[in-house]
């Protein structure tokens, strides 16, 4: 996502600054493909910005602001930063309270969509906070698409949460329903089943649970943020926990033997009864 982002506000006229330290192999090839420019040096980054975009895996998220803390605090003139991962509100509110002693301007903002493709829209951006009309104002006119939540600093992750929660918590019960029909060897009367009542469904199912595999590590933590922002067993918090575990064991097999790990041989046997029919 921070690459494909980087890449539009690039072609659309933007001068595009990342950095590469501590990041994997992939990144570097994302950020190669996307040609954007490149310092290491984070306090001539932050000199050198009008905004800086945190788009890490949410995990990540308060590792990045913790790590650019000083090097905003010491800038003469302050860049807005713009929190956008899939983070709680009270996560994006810690960071904020952590980054106030700088004197830098803050945005909480949520990306919803894939990632943003040369000639496509539908990527967007929703922003909150005093600030978030910086966004719309400046960044808008530079190939984002992004609107302003009312309520405060928080109010665009809530959103996040929830939009997240409803997409990424119904690929988590398709990959274990189909696991189990597996299981019970039923996965072709399933798959019958819901070509004939549920076809929305299973056209959901069929396209976005073979590409969650790869991406289920980046996804634990999310479960685990929506966990928090629902608040408590009562209003379903355990649903989502659970979730990020079971997001955890198919990363886990995913890495471990992408060929003929459990899940994944469930979720083949499933297709392979649509390819036949």
Known sequence: MGSAVGRRLRDSGARVITTLKDRSAA?????????????????????ECAFILSIVPPGQATVVAERFRGPLTRADVKPIFVECNAISP?????????????????VDAGIIGRPPRPGEKGTHFY?????????????????LEIAVVDGGIGAASALKMSYAGLTKGLIALGAAMIGAASRAGVASALREELARSQPRLLAMLETRVP??????????????????????????????????????QLAADWEQDRD??????????FLRVHRVR
């Open 127 to 143: 922003a909150s906070g005093e600030q978030a009309h910086q966004l719309t104002n400046r960044l808008a006119r530079l190939g």
């Open 90 to 106: 009270a996560t994006v509110r810690l960071i904020a309270d952590s980054l106030a002693s700088t004197g830098c301007g803050f």
């Open 211 to 248: 590409a969650m595999y790869p991406k289920a590590y980046r996804w634990v933590c999310e479960m685990e943020q929506i966990a928090e922002f629902i608040d408590g067993a009562e209003n379903g918090g355990e649903m989502y926990a659970g979730a990020g575990r079971f997001y955890e």
């Open 27 to 47: 990144s570097v090839e994302r950020v190669r493909h996307a040609n954007l420019e490149v310092l290491d040096d984070d306090d001539l980054l932050v000199r």
């Open 260 to 269: 003929t790990a459990q899940s994944l041989a469930a979720l083949s046997s």
